[in-house]
């Protein structure tokens, strides 16, 4: 049994609500059962987690998602229905860390932690959507399979070098924030345009006056 210094909770609270963003119900199955196997010594605030019924409901879901996000369309209609539930989950599990003794270090984790699972959200979301833009699936999948694997790895790394999970999450939300920029901005003249389609209204981009950049090549693509 691990006992947590101050590093590894600092980290975990962070791990907890970037991840949440991704992966709310793994993270929900992986700590509970770190810590009902006896791996970690959670939290108080997150003993819940290890609850055997706790376990089964966030397993069940666990299951359900992995094929959900695999499905190009209902991977994003899956993320829409669940923004609600991640953002404030990602809040609560931080806060958990540090529990209710610790007023202070509560809310400032609970708004660290509802932070990063906002921007940790908003780039899965905005990515995963101007990937189904594509037709093959093969991107999607491969972008969901690298996200089942990063929340593990993350989680792992926050108990295990605090310091570098620290040094990395840094560059992760600099990315995030980059994506989410780049996806809007496609995504925006993408709807744009297909707006203007349906409304009947003559379309730029038949005489190249609009052209559409994919956010994941260099290269200029006409819609």
Known sequence: MNNLDTAQLIALAGALGWASGIRLYLVVMLTGLAGFMGWVQLPQG??????PVVLGVS??????????DKIPGLDSLWDVVHGVIRIPAGAALA???????????????????????????????????????SPEPFSNIGVSLLEDGLVPLGLWMAIAHPIVFVVLLA?????????????????????????RIFSGRPDPGTTNALTLKSPFSRKDEHV
């Open 95 to 133: 806060a958990g860390v540090f529990g209710a003794d610790n007023g202070v270090m509560g809310l400032v984790a609970a708004l660290l932690g509802g932070t990063l699972a906002a921007t940790s959200f908003a780039a899965k979301a905005t990515t995963r959507a101007a990937i189904n833009t």
């Open 46 to 51: 997150l003993h819940l987690l290890a609850n």
């Open 59 to 68: 397993g069940f879901m666990v299951f359900i998602e992995f094929f959900a």
């Open 171 to 195: 560059l992760v939300l600099a990315l995030s924030i980059w994506l989410i920029r780049v996806c809007w901005r496609f995504l925006r003249q993408l709807f744009s345009r297909v707006a």
